[in-house]
């Protein structure tokens, strides 16, 4: 029983370090990556579609990216919809492949950028926290329904704050890395 319990909560604690890991890919560092495209929707014939299923996402060179969408027709798409999902990205027609280049990021842009992975890690440890509350509320809940030991909860218990420990130092090497990535020049 206890065991099961466990497992449940270390499944949800690295799914919540999994969403703080995808929000972090998010935020754009000054380096080209086509994580950043994942969430443009491109208009193809009415269907609001990912940019990834519409044509071939690239990295040209450490500042840009290059789009080569699969029906030429779709160049000009591709372009309005990268220019609608206002990210500060300034896309352009090159014959075939659409062009976008990551423009350096401003110190003041950089802090700000900073202030939101702090704020994603947070939200992380808050949820990894509540995961822990969670977990041992039900420890407690068992013992008295099911009958097993207080040392079997306790130790339990104990188990669940190493879980919690070790994830949320996760996020910070997350963030540590993060935070890295976004100060450099």
Same mark, same amino acid.
């Given at each position: 029983?206890?065991?099961?319990?466990?497992?449940?909560?270390?499944?949800?604690?690295?799914?919540?370090?999994?969403?703080? +890991?995808?929000?972090?890919?998010?935020?754009?560092?000054?380096?080209?990556?086509?994580?950043?495209?994942?969430?443009?929707?491109?208009?193809?014939?009415?269907?609001?579609?990912?940019?990834?299923?519409?044509?071939?996402?690239?990295?040209?060179?450490?500042?840009?990216?290059?789009?080569?969408?699969?029906?030429?027709?779709?160049?000009?798409?591709?372009?309005?919809?990268?220019?609608?999902?206002?990210?500060?990205?300034?896309?352009?027609?090159?014959?075939?492949?659409?062009?976008?280049?990551?423009?350096?990021?401003?110190?003041?842009?950089?802090?700000?950028?900073?202030?939101?992975?702090?704020?994603?890690?947070?939200?992380?440890?808050?949820?990894? +926290?509540?995961?822990?509350? &969670?977990?041992?509320?039900?420890?407690?809940?068992?013992?008295?329904?099911?009958?097993?030991?207080?040392?079997? +909860?306790?130790?339990?218990?104990?188990?669940?704050?190493?879980?919690?420990?070790?994830?949320?130092? &996760?996020?910070?090497?997350?963030?540590?890395?993060?935070?890295?990535?976004?100060?450099?020049?």
């Amino acid at each position: 029983m206890v065991r099961t319990v466990l497992k449940e909560a270390e499944d949800k604690m690295h799914k919540a370090i999994e969403v703080v +890991r995808q929000e972090l890919v998010k935020i754009r560092t000054g380096k080209a990556t086509t994580a950043l495209l994942d969430t443009i929707k491109v208009d193809y014939y009415g269907t609001p579609t990912a940019l990834a299923h519409v044509g071939n996402l690239s990295v040209s060179d450490i500042h840009t990216l290059v789009i080569q969408p699969y029906e030429k027709g779709m160049v000009d798409h591709v372009v309005k919809a990268i220019q609608t999902a206002n990210m500060g990205l300034n896309p352009m027609k090159d014959g075939d492949v659409v062009r976008v280049p990551i423009p350096p990021l401003n110190e003041e842009r950089r802090k700000e950028l900073v202030k939101l992975t702090k704020k994603f890690g947070e939200d992380g440890k808050i949820a990894i +926290r509540n995961i822990r509350r &969670d977990t041992i509320e039900h420890l407690k809940k068992s013992e008295k329904a099911e009958h097993f030991p207080e040392d079997e +909860r306790k130790r339990g218990e104990q188990e669940v704050q190493k879980m919690t420990d070790k994830a949320i130092k &996760d996020i910070d090497s997350l963030l540590t890395q993060k935070e890295k990535e976004i100060m450099e020049v």
